[in-house]
């Protein structure tokens, strides 16, 4: 069987899922192939380290259509016509292929509908409480969704919501949003070894709460300021540590001067995914505050990293890898005082919060690129109605 993985760009989250579909698919037999359309993408703003290393080990097939080119530079009609004569000139059985709304996957399934050569997986983490949801839209994007053959999703909720669109629960499966998460268990102890080093290294305060957020509106960071403040942690030597970057961030700089916390958050605005793991592991714990989020990958590093985690409810690993009052806290979105309490409760609460680390790295052990692989194939089973069994070694 060969199995094409269609995406737009192989970012540094993608790689190590790929590594791991490669290695098992390869252990049944399987060929893979990569086809990447673009060789960069403006939607990250930092060096993709783990994207260098990986181009120089490939281990299958590979073409990056566009080289030199950012994705959303071609017309997609281009994008279309390229794509269609590798599709024919490799003749995959299945293919795998990010979103079901990118021009892309668009094309992918109006040519799986035509030619009916090869069948068509799409990953996603959209679930119905992402923003508001328009019956038109909603009704136009079932009549594409329900053409697809399956779907690896994030999670429970975000089967659902696949299935609401066409996907019947069967051919579905969780694990598109995993981590490497022995690397950034790994790494956080090895920083916790020589924590001095590490906070000199990025100027660090004694102590202080992560939140890792892009400075968009829907990411709610000045509300993560505005909980901060209620929770008087300023007042007790506790800092905030905000890592991102958008649009928001001169709004962001004037409401810490407003809240008067110039002394107490500290913006990180570029930190190398290589690096991170050292501002996850020298945390109290992460705030992840969004009005919705479709999952908080952030959320799956801090608890590899060994750190509980505050999220919205309308965030995707809400539920799903947080579990209140277990390894973290779940709070109302937009609920300043809730957050401002739960925060100070984390903070203030030793024994809470190392009972709630602990766990936190307990659930997401199993959240690893080896689960998507092993989900991912197990779904191509069940599509080409075979009796393989791909999980396990």
């Given at each position: 069987?060969?199995?094409?993985?269609?995406?737009?760009?192989?970012?540094?989250?993608?790689?190590?899922?790929?590594?791991?579909?490669?290695?098992?698919a390869?252990?049944?037999?399987?060929?893979?192939?990569?086809?990447?359309?673009?060789?960069?993408?403006?939607?990250?703003?930092?060096?993709?380290?783990?994207?260098?290393?990986?181009?120089?080990?490939?281990?299958?097939?590979?073409v990056?259509?566009?080289?030199?080119?950012?994705?959303?530079?071609?017309?997609?009609?281009?994008?279309?016509?390229?794509?269609?004569?590798?599709?024919?000139?490799?003749?995959?059985?299945?293919?795998?292929?990010?979103?079901?709304?990118?021009?892309?996957?668009?094309?992918?399934?109006?040519?799986?509908?035509?030619?009916?050569?090869?069948?068509?997986?799409?990953?996603?983490?959209?679930?119905?409480?992402?923003g508001?949801?328009?019956?038109?839209?909603?009704?136009?994007?079932?009549?594409?969704?329900?053409?697809?053959?399956?779907?690896?999703v994030?999670?429970?909720?975000?089967?659902?919501?696949?299935?609401?669109?066409?996907?019947?629960?069967?051919?579905?499966?969780?694990?598109?949003?995993?981590?490497?998460?022995?690397?950034?268990?790994?790494?956080?102890?090895?920083?916790?070894?020589?924590?001095?080093?590490?906070?000199?290294?990025?100027?660090?305060p004694?102590?202080?709460?992560?939140c890792?957020?892009?400075?968009?509106?829907?990411?709610?960071?000045?509300?993560?300021?505005?909980?901060?403040?209620?929770?008087?942690?300023?007042?007790?030597?506790?800092?905030?540590?905000?890592?991102?970057?958008?649009?928001?961030?001169?709004?962001?700089?004037?409401?810490?001067?407003?809240?008067?916390?110039?002394?107490?958050?500290?913006?990180?605005?570029?930190?190398?995914?290589?690096?991170?793991?050292?501002?996850?592991?020298?945390?109290?714990?992460?705030?992840?505050?969004?009005?919705?989020?479709?999952?908080?990958?952030?959320?799956?590093?801090?608890?590899?990293?060994?750190?509980?985690?505050?999220?919205?409810?309308?965030?995707?690993?809400?539920?799903?890898?947080?579990?209140?009052?277990?390894?973290?806290?779940?709070?109302r979105?937009?609920?300043?005082?809730?957050?401002?309490?739960?925060?100070?409760?984390?903070?203030?609460?030793?024994?809470?919060?190392?009972?709630?680390?602990?766990?936190?790295?307990?659930?997401?052990?199993?959240?690893?690129?080896?689960?998507?692989?092993?989900?991912?194939?197990?779904?191509?089973?069940?599509?080409?109605?075979?009796?393989?069994?791909?999980?396990g070694?």
């Amino acid at each position: 069987m060969h199995v094409q993985f269609v995406i737009g760009n192989l970012s540094d989250y993608h790689i190590p899922r790929y590594r791991a579909l490669v290695q098992l698919a390869l252990r049944h037999g399987c060929k893979v192939s990569l086809v990447e359309l673009f060789e960069f993408t403006s939607f990250y703003d930092y060096p993709q380290s783990n994207r260098t290393a990986f181009l120089q080990d490939v281990q299958s097939d590979m073409v990056t259509v566009f080289k030199g080119t950012a994705a959303g530079t071609k017309h997609w009609l281009t994008v279309a016509a390229r794509l269609r004569v590798i599709v024919r000139a490799t003749r995959p059985d299945f293919v795998i292929t990010l979103g079901y709304n990118t021009s892309y996957s668009i094309y992918l399934c109006l040519l799986r509908t035509l030619t009916r050569r090869f069948k068509l997986v799409y990953m996603s983490d959209s679930k119905a409480d992402d923003g508001k949801r328009h019956r038109l839209k909603e009704a136009l994007k079932r009549i594409l969704v329900s053409r697809f053959d399956g779907a690896l999703v994030a999670g429970e909720k975000h089967r659902r919501y696949a299935e609401s669109l066409g996907i019947p629960l069967h051919r579905s499966r969780i694990g598109f949003d995993v981590i490497d998460v022995a690397y950034f268990r790994d790494a956080a102890k090895a920083v916790r070894a020589h924590a001095d080093s590490a906070r000199h290294r990025f100027a660090l305060p004694s102590r202080y709460v992560l939140c890792v957020s892009r400075f968009v509106e829907r990411k709610n960071v000045p509300l993560v300021l505005e909980a901060f403040a209620c929770s008087e942690l300023a007042q007790q030597g506790v800092s905030l540590v905000l890592v991102g970057q958008g649009p928001l961030e001169q709004t962001i700089r004037e409401k810490i001067a407003a809240l008067g916390l110039s002394e107490r958050v500290l913006i990180f605005s570029a930190i190398l995914n290589c690096d991170m793991p050292a501002l996850y592991a020298l945390a109290d714990f992460i705030v992840l505050a969004s009005a919705f989020d479709q999952w908080g990958l952030c959320v799956n590093e801090a608890m590899a990293a060994g750190r509980p985690a505050i999220v919205s409810r309308t965030c995707g690993c809400a539920n799903e890898v947080v579990n209140d009052g277990i390894n973290g806290f779940i709070v109302r979105p937009g609920d300043r005082e809730q957050l401002a309490m739960r925060m100070k409760q984390l903070a203030e609460d030793h024994a809470l919060r190392e009972d709630l680390a602990r766990n936190a790295e307990s659930t997401i052990r199993d959240w690893t690129p080896e689960l998507f692989a092993q989900n991912l194939l197990a779904l191509t089973n069940v599509i080409l109605k075979r009796n393989d069994a791909y999980a396990g070694g």
